[in-house]
C-alpha cells in the first residue's frame, strides 16, 4: 500500500481534516493573562477603587498597587513555565510511522490526516479513529471503556482512539481525526459534564474563595448600613471602613501563590525531565505512604540479558533450539523484553544471519496459527505446518503437575533473582484465552538475568526513612522478584506471595497489608493491588512501563512512568520519567512535598488575615463599634507580614510528608492568629470608645497592634528558625517599623500617640503574645482530640469491612 500523497495530505490539512487535539497541552500566553488579571476578585477590587475614588479617598485605593504586582507576578511565572513545559512535551511526543507517496515516515500525532496508512506495534496508542487493514492485534480499550479484557482484531475491523495494542503489529487507516475522533468527544462530553480531577488542595482553596464571594456583597452593604445609619459617620468615613473591612476578606494573593507555586514546581520538574500530565498529581506526590513498582526497569534495568541456556532434549540438541527460536519470533514479533532479550542472545552468535542466509535445515517453517505473549496467561504459541505446536512462558504455568520435577532447579535460579522461560512442544491445539490442554514436552529454559539499578538501594531507602511503604508487584516467579527485591535494599522482601492463590477481595485486601513482593501477578490484579490499597486508605503512587502495567497506572492516585516504556503506558500516567531513572523519584517526592508543605504554611499566613477580617466584620454589624482600620493600613501590614514573605516561604525546601486534609491544617495554623487579631482590636476599639478617643487614634493603635499580632504569626509560621527564615522574619519586622515611623503619618494617616495611649497600646500587645500561644495549644488540643477520635471511628469501620467480607 502506498498510502496518501503528499498533495493529499495538504488537501486534507486545509479541509480540516487532520488530527488536531480537541485540547491544548497547555494554555496560550492569551489566556495565562486573562487568567491572572480578569479575575472575580479583581473585579472586585476595581468596584472598591471606584467607589473610594467617587468619595475622594484616593490614598486609601494602595491595594490595586499590590493587585498589579500580584497579576504580574502570576503572568510571568506561569509563561515561564508554560515555556519550558511546551519544550519538553515536544520532545517527548510519540510519533507515528505513516506510509505516504509509498515511503515510511515519523510524524506526530497533529500531523497525522484522514485515510492515513498507520503501522502500529505492541505498546503504541490509537491516536485516531481508524479501521484495520493488513495484520492482527490484540488491543485494549481499558482506558477509554474501563473494560480490562483483550479485543482481538482482524483486518475490517475498527480501532478506537485512546485504545492501545497489547501485542501484535498491523497496518490501519485513519478514519475519523481531530475532534471527530472517539476519544476526542468523549474529551468534550467530559469538558462540558464539568469533569475534571482538582486536588483536595484546590477544592478547598475553590470552597474558601466561593464562600468569601458569596459572602462579600451582602456583609459588605450591611456594614455600610451600619455604620452610616446607626454609627453616623458620613459617607466617605463609611466607604473607607467597609473597603476596610471587603479588602480584608478577600485573599488577594493566595489563589496566586498557589498557581505559581504550582506552576514553578512543574518548572522544575521540566527541568529534571519530567513531564507533568495533571498538576494535581504534584500534591498527591506530597501524600504518598505506598508507593508500588514493577520489577522491571524500575527496580532492575530495562533491558535484559540471557545469561544461560539449558537444553532439556539431548536427542534434537542446541542447533534445534536455536532454529526454533529464530522461526518463532520471524513469526511472532519481539515485542517484550523478554523476547527481544533471547533474540538479542542469538543475534550475538551470528544465529539470526546463518539462518537468514539458509544455514540452517529449512529457510522458514510454515505457520499456521500464532498467539502472543498475554500477561494474563504468561505464555505465547506458534502452531508450524507439519511440525505442530510450540510453546514459551513460565515454566510453573507450562508445566503444570510436571513442575514439581523441575522446581528445585528452577528455584535455585529464582533465588538469585533470575527469570527462566520454557520453550516446549505442545501436544495440543492452544487456544488463546484458554489453559492449554495437552502434554507438554520440555525443550528448553532460557534463564535470563536483570542488573539492579544501580541507584536503587539509595531511592529505596529514601522511602523507607520517609514513611512510604513499598510493595513490588511482577509477573515474575515470587522467589526471584523477592531476591531482587531484596538485593535492592526493600525493607519487608522476604514477606512474598504468588498472587494466583489470592481468588477473592477479602484475601486481597487483607495481603496487600501483609506481603510486600507479589509475584505471577496479572495486569488485572495489579490494579486490583492498587484498589485494595487505596480501599485501605493509603494513598497510593504506581510506576511501570509496559502495557501490563496501565490498568493499574490508571487507577492509581499518581501514576509515573519511564519514557523507555510503552507509548500507551506514558499517556496513561500522571508523570513520565524522559530519562527513565527511577533513581530520579526521591528528588519528584521531595519536589511534592515541598511545595504543598510550602503552600499550607503561606495559606496559613493569607487566611490569619481574612478569618481576622470575617470575625470582626460579623462582630461589628451588631456591636455599637465603628470599623478599627483603613484599607491602607491592611495593605502595608499585609505586604509586610504575608504578601511578601509568603512568596519567599513559598520557595522553601520541606521534605515531610502531608499528613491530613489541606483546609483543616491551614486552619489549624490560620485560626489562633485570626482570633488573637480580632480580640486585640476589639480590646482596642472598646478601650477607645471607653476612653473617647478620636477615630485616628483608634486606627493608629489597631494598625499597631495588628502589625504587631503578624509579625508573631510570621515568626510561629517561620518555626523552625535557620538563618534565612530568622532574616526573613527581622527584614519584615524592621520594614513595616521603618513605614511605621517614616510614612505613617504622611501616608498611613497615623497620628502620634500620648503616653497613656502608648502604655494601653503595649499592654494589649504585651497579652497578644500568651493569648497566641493560649489559643495555638487549646486548638491544637482539640484538633487532636478530633483526629483521634475520627482515626478511631476509620479503624473500626475498615475492621467492620474486613468482618463482612
Not at 61 to 78: C, H, K, R
Not at 168 to 175: K, M, P, S, V
Not at 226 to 249: C, F, P, R
Not at 350 to 361: I, P, R, T, V
Request: charged content about 20%; proline content about 3%.
Amino acid at each position: 500500500m502506498k498510502g496518501l500523497t503528499g498533495e493529499q495530505a495538504e488537501q486534507r490539512k486545509k479541509s480540516g481534516l487532520q488530527n488536531l487535539p480537541v485540547e491544548a497541552p497547555s494554555k496560550s500566553v492569551g489566556e495565562i493573562v486573562a487568567g491572572n488579571v480578569f479575575t472575580f476578585f479583581n473585579f472586585i477590587f476595581a468596584v472598591l477603587a471606584v467607589c473610594l475614588i467617587l468619595v475622594g479617598r484616593y490614598k486609601q485605593m494602595l491595594f490595586l498597587v499590590a493587585v498589579a504586582v500580584n497579576a504580574a507576578i502570576g503572568v510571568v511565572q506561569q509563561i515561564r513555565s508554560k515555556r519550558e513545559v511546551d519544550r519538553l512535551s515536544l520532545l517527548s511526543e510519540a510519533g507515528y510511522p505513516v506510509i505516504r507517496d509509498g515511503e515510511e515516515q515519523i510524524l506526530v500525532s497533529e500531523e497525522l490526516v484522514q485515510d492515513d496508512l498507520v503501522c502500529f506495534r505492541a505498546g503504541a496508542q490509537i491516536p485516531a479513529d481508524a479501521v484495520l487493514e493488513e495484520g492482527e492485534a490484540r488491543v485494549s480499550e481499558a482506558l477509554i471503556t474501563g473494560e480490562a479484557d483483550a479485543v482481538y482484531k482482524k483486518p475490517g475491523d475498527e480501532l478506537r482512539s485512546g485504545s492501545f495494542l497489547l501485542s501484535g503489529r498491523c497496518l490501519a487507516r485513519l478514519t475519523h481525526v481531530g475532534a471527530e475522533s472517539y476519544v476526542s468527544k468523549l474529551t468534550i462530553e467530559a469538558r462540558k459534564k464539568g469533569f475534571g480531577k482538582k486536588s483536595e488542595m484546590m477544592e478547598a482553596l475553590d470552597k474558601i474563595l466561593h464562600v468569601i464571594a458569596v459572602l462579600l456583597i451582602p456583609m459588605g452593604l450591611f456594614l455600610f448600613w451600619k455604620q452610616h445609619w446607626i454609627m453616623e459617620l458620613d459617607i466617605s468615613e463609611s466607604t473607607v471602613a467597609v473597603i476596610a473591612a471587603l479588602v480584608g476578606m478577600i485573599p488577594e494573593g493566595l489563589y496566586l501563590l498557589t498557581s505559581v507555586a504550582l506552576a514553578l514546581s512543574v518548572m522544575r520538574l521540566a527541568k529534571r525531565n519530567t513531564v507533568v500530565h495533571e498538576m494535581s498529581c504534584i500534591e498527591t506526590l506530597a501524600r504518598i505512604d505506598v508507593l508500588c513498582v514493577d520489577k522491571t526497569g524500575t527496580i532492575t534495568e530495562p533491558q535484559m540479558q540471557v545469561s544461560q541456556v539449558i537444553c532439556l532434549d539431548e536427542r534434537l540438541g542446541e542447533d534445534f533450539v536455536t532454529e526454533l527460536l529464530w522461526q518463532y519470533h520471524r513469526v511472532l514479533e519481539a515485542d517484550n523484553e523478554t523476547a527481544m532479550a533471547i533474540r538479542r542472545y542469538y543475534a550475538e552468535r551470528g544465529a539470526d544471519s546463518e539462518l537468514e542466509n539458509g544455514a540452517g535445515k529449512e529457510r522458514d517453517w510454515d505457520a499456521i496459527r500464532a498467539i502472543p505473549f498475554q500477561s494474563k496467561t504468561k505464555w505465547s504459541a506458534v502452531v508450524f505446518k507439519d511440525r505442530g505446536a510450540y510453546v514459551m512462558g513460565a515454566p510453573e504455568v507450562l508445566l503444570g503437575e510436571q513442575y514439581p520435577k523441575l522446581s528445585r532447579e528452577l528455584v535455585e535460579y529464582a533465588k538469585r533473582g533470575e527469570r527462566v522461560i520454557l520453550a516446549a512442544s505442545f501436544d495440543g491445539n492452544p487456544e488463546e484465552g484458554k489453559a492449554l490442554t495437552g502434554v507438554i514436552h520440555p525443550l528448553a529454559f532460557f534463564v535470563i538475568a536483570n542488573n539492579i539499578r544501580e541507584n536503587a538501594e539509595a531511592t529505596f531507602r529514601f522511602f523507607e526513612e520517609q514513611g512510604v511503604s513499598v510493595k513490588v508487584i511482577s509477573g515474575d516467579h515470587p522467589a526471584a522478584v523477592a531476591k531482587i527485591a531484596a538485593q535492592a535494599g526493600i525493607t519487608g522482601a522476604e514477606q512474598f506471595a504468588d498472587a494466583r492463590k489470592f481468588e477473592t477481595e477479602a484475601e486481597l485486601l487483607k495481603a496487600v497489608e501483609t506481603y510486600t513482593v507479589f509475584g505471577r501477578v496479572t495486569p488485572e490484579q495489579k490494579r486490583q493491588i492498587v484498589k485494595a490499597l487505596k480501599q485501605n486508605g493509603h494513598t497510593v503512587a504506581m510506576t511501570g512501563d509496559g502495557v501490563n502495567d496501565i490498568l493499574a497506572l490508571k487507577d492509581a492516585d499518581c501514576s509515573v512512568a519511564m519514557a523507555s516504556g510503552s507509548e500507551a503506558a506514558c499517556h496513561a500516567a500522571h508523570l513520565v520519567l524522559m530519562d527513565s531513572d527511577f533513581s530520579a523519584m526521591p528528588e519528584i517526592v521531595a519536589e511534592g512535598r515541598r511545595v504543598i508543605n510550602n503552600i499550607e504554611r503561606a495559606a496559613a499566613l493569607f487566611l490569619v488575615k481574612n478569618i481576622f477580617s470575617f470575625v470582626l466584620t460579623v462582630i461589628l454589624l451588631f456591636a455599637p463599634l465603628t470599623y478599627p482600620l483603613t484599607p491602607i493600613q491592611l495593605t502595608m501590614i499585609g505586604g509586610f507580614t504575608i504578601g511578601i514573605p509568603s512568596f519567599f516561604l513559598a520557595l522553601e525546601p520541606g521534605a515531610d510528608r502531608i499528613r491530613g486534609r489541606f483546609i483543616l491544617n491551614v486552619m489549624d495554623k490560620a485560626l489562633p492568629g485570626g482570633l488573637t487579631n480580632v480580640l486585640a482590636v476589639l480590646a482596642v476599639s472598646i478601650v477607645c470608645e471607653a476612653m473617647g478617643y478620636p477615630v485616628e487614634v483608634m486606627n493608629t493603635m489597631a494598625g499597631i497592634a495588628v502589625g504587631f499580632v503578624g509579625l508573631l504569626v510570621l515568626a510561629g509560621v517561620c518555626q523552625p528558625f535557620d538563618k534565612k527564615r530568622f532574616f526573613l522574619w527581622f527584614m519584615m519586622a524592621a520594614l513595616l517599623i521603618a513605614n511605621i515611623l517614616l510614612l505613617g503619618r504622611q501616608l498611613y494617616s497615623l497620628v502620634p500617640l500620648q503616653f497613656t495611649q502608648m502604655i494601653i497600646l503595649f499592654a494589649i500587645m504585651g497579652a497578644s503574645g500568651p493569648c497566641l500561644l493560649f489559643m495555638r495549644r487549646g486548638i491544637d488540643a482539640a484538633a487532636l482530640y478530633w483526629r483521634g477520635k475520627r482515626e478511631g471511628a476509620c479503624v473500626r469501620k475498615q475492621n467492620r469491612k474486613r468482618t463482612i467480607f
